[in-house]
């Protein structure tokens, strides 16, 4: 199957499974390049390929290159129902391993429930953990050997299947098959010992591991396919004749004429043919004010119409819509892997081979100075086991499990470990306005009367006749009303709106209306003028307002040393005005900014060399909350945005930045002390392994006890203050 294009450009991508470190992409991605014409870039934590030629595509053929890599690719249309299934095949190996290797750990560890024939049912338990749940790791093994690599996924490999061999070979060959043998705890003593509880208890810990990490990453995948699906399902579609049909919105081409009810989403980028409405577009925007749109005004996807009925001719669809390149934005931001995990990377890559090395050269030595075959190979397995990575593959994902359990009671939820060793060095701050400084609501600053007529009179039939709409600037006017006037409003008459004017209708016998101001801009507020009888009687300005809590969490962060800067879509007037309340700098304001220039802003700033965390929480947010070295969204805020971002405010306010942080910080701690033993424990354990001081069951405890080690250090984030 070939893909072609009028295009100078054709791009491609695809799904890539199998993927267990960034060495893995990158090696697929290496191996793509080497194709003529094509330039590929692979994301390891997306789990998918981008692939650009400069004519056509073969898609059969990328997919054969990357299956010879050793990795499973499909495109995205035939994944979903895939990936599914791998989610559920990880889960059953998991309760499987779980399950079976519990009463494996506890007959092997505790003499006193090793009934006669113990060892013989123990064998039964293990082996459907080992080879089958333990199978991912051993295709992983043989597929990276066939490259000549090692990852810890071969150690781990190696480990399983070494304690099984040896425990099946001892069974059958030993006086440890015997029925009524027992089998106690022994630092350095030969005998009869099996390690069935050793292969059980590795595959068991680790995919404990990777599930957890399997479920972070397809948040991301799960929050884009819903932004891409929020224009709705179906649209309807205006024909040559003048006739209209409803359809699926995939099925919409370009120069399609379609129509928008009030209230509906817009299905994709266009630009208005016939009516007048106010737009929404606050999602992708941060502009607080709805847009007047006109025929020959630009209106883009998934944004609200208001009051009028619009007819758009759509000029993009799909992937080339603004929604589906803020959603590529997110999913490169994404990319690449945690500087903590990157080191873990690259010792692993010499940890693997040194350790089987070692553990071979242990066997040989014990042969050569003279010891029995049953101890040289005993001491050659207590090397792997005691080196198995079990402590390694938790210290992460543990230390995230329990930060984001202890975050959430408090309103904080960590949703991934993207880039969380940078939130120490965290110096400055990009603020979205609207939502996150803001209540992202309209309210009346102020209304000015003429000619005698008081704020009451003015509020009082302006509200009359925008009681019946739903446009943010006539709730605010009627919020207003209700709080101040104590009698009902009174019922208007023939209340209507005309889109791109304002509201008309009669009050109490006079014909009011309401309309966008001759002066509509008074600092950061938006005027509208209240005639009654075609006369000015008084102008009603609103605005958007800023949090009670804003002003004082900012400067909470500036007495941590952290500079904050504003970074909007709304109008620079506006932007400054809320800055200069809440206590920003002017000069550290930067309005009318696109979803792509916020994200430029970001680059901008690391470049610089700061370290910047990123609050927002809109669609136009996403991507600069992906590319933050730490990314906050208020919970408030859109799918999108929560699950693009590091850390989540469930309490919308800015006071929980600080507890944020600082949570953040913890659990990164927590992180690196885990590592630190992770690798210290090995570095500690395997020359004792090699001296025969250790014997495997003894190094498999070792093992187990590392993990629990982990574990217990992660659980103090439980109670951390």
Avoid at 535 to 561: H, Q
Avoid at 695 to 703: D, E, K, T
Wanted: include cysteine.
């Amino acid at each position: 199957m070939k893909l072609d294009s009028t295009s100078p450009e054709v791009t491609v991508e695809l799904v890539i499974g199998g993927m267990t470190c960034a060495a893995c992409a990158s090696r697929i991605e290496r191996r793509l390049n080497r194709i003529d014409g094509v330039e590929a870039s692979v994301n390891y934590a997306a789990e998918r390929a981008w692939v650009t030629a400069t004519d056509t595509i073969d898609v059969a053929s990328l997919i054969s290159t990357i299956e010879h890599t050793g990795y499973e690719a499909r495109t995205p249309e035939e994944v979903g129902r895939e990936q599914r299934e791998r989610s559920v095949d990880l889960e059953r190996r998991l309760v499987v391993a779980i399950a079976l290797g519990i009463p494996v750990l506890l007959m092997s560890m505790v003499s006193a429930l090793q009934f006669d024939g113990w060892q013989w049912f123990t064998l039964g338990l293990t082996l459907p953990v080992a080879l089958w749940s333990g199978f991912p790791f051993h295709r992983s093994m043989v597929l990276n050997l066939r490259h000549g690599e090692t990852t810890m996924d071969t150690l781990i490999s190696i480990g399983v299947l070494a304690s099984l061999a040896w425990s099946v070979w001892a069974l059958l060959a030993t006086s440890a098959g015997d029925i009524g043998m027992s089998m106690t705890m022994s630092f350095t003593g030969r005998g009869d010992h099996l390690y069935f509880e050793v292969a059980s208890t590795t595959v068991a810990i680790v995919l404990a591991g990777r599930w957890f990490e399997h479920r972070s990453k397809r948040r991301v995948g799960d929050a884009v396919n819903a932004l891409l699906e929020t224009a709705g399902d179906t649209v309807e579609v205006r024909r040559a004749d003048g006739t209209t049909s409803i359809v699926e919105v995939d099925a919409l081409q370009v120069d399609d004429l379609f129509v928008v009810a009030p209230g509906n989403r817009i299905a994709t980028d266009g630009v208005v043919i016939e009516g007048s409405s106010s737009v929404d577009m606050s999602m992708l925007t941060g502009e607080s004010v709805p847009v007047e749109v006109e025929p020959g005004s630009d209106v883009v996807g998934t944004a609200i119409n208001g009051d009028g009925v619009l007819v758009v001719r759509a000029t993009k669809i799909g992937r080339d819509t603004q929604v589906a390149a803020i959603a590529r934005l997110v999913m490169n931001a994404q990319s690449g892997t945690a500087p903590v995990q990157r080191i873990a990377d690259q010792v692993s890559a010499v940890f693997v081979p040194v350790i089987v090395a070692l553990s071979v050269m242990t066997t040989i030595a014990w042969l050569l100075f003279g010891s029995l075959t049953e101890d040289a190979f005993s001491t050659g397995v207590a090397v792997l086991i005691i080196a198995c990575p079990c402590a390694l593959g938790l210290a992460t994902p543990m230390a995230l499990l329990v930060g984001t359990s202890r975050g959430a009671r408090t309103g904080i939820l960590i949703s991934g470990p993207h880039i969380l060793e940078q939130t120490r060095a965290v110096e400055t701050l990009v603020l979205d306005k609207t939502g996150t400084i803001t209540t992202g609501q309209m309210w009346v600053t102020s209304v000015t009367g003429v000619d005698g007529w008081s704020r009451h009179d003015v509020l009082h039939h302006a509200a009359a006749v925008e009681a019946s709409h739903q446009h943010p600037i006539a709730r605010a006017i009627v919020d207003a009303a209700l709080d101040e006037i104590e009698e009902e409003l009174p019922l208007a008459i023939d209340a209507v709106n005309i889109p791109g004017f304002g509201v008309r209708g009669a009050v109490e016998g006079v014909v009011v209306e309401v309309c966008t101001s001759a002066d509509p801009s008074r600092r950061a507020e938006t005027g509208v003028d209240v005639v009654v009888d075609g006369t000015r009687v008084g102008t009603i300005f609103v605005a958007d307002r800023a949090k009670p809590s804003s002003a004082e969490a900012i400067a909470e962060m500036k007495a941590l040393g952290i500079r904050p800067l504003m970074a909007t879509g709304d109008r620079r007037a506006v932007a400054e005005a809320i800055a200069h309340e809440v206590g920003i700098d002017s000069e550290d304001v930067y309005a009318d900014l696109s979803p792509s220039e916020k994200l430029s802003l970001i680059s901008d700033l690391q470049a610089e060399g700061r370290q910047v965390a990123m609050v927002g929480d809109g669609v136009n947010d996403a991507a600069a909350l992906a590319a933050a070295d730490l990314g906050i969204s208020m919970g408030a805020g859109s799918d999108i945005a929560v699950h693009a971002s590091d850390l989540t405010l469930m309490r919308n306010d800015l006071t929980s930045v600080v507890d944020a942080i600082e949570l953040s910080r913890r659990t990164l701690q927590t992180i690196k002390v885990n590592l630190l033993w992770a690798f210290g424990y090995n570095v500690a354990a395997v020359p004792l392994a090699m001296s025969g001081q250790l014997s495997p069951l003894v190094a498999g405890l070792a093992m187990v006890l590392s993990s629990v080690f982990v574990v217990s250090n992660s659980l103090r984030l439980r109670t951390a203050t």
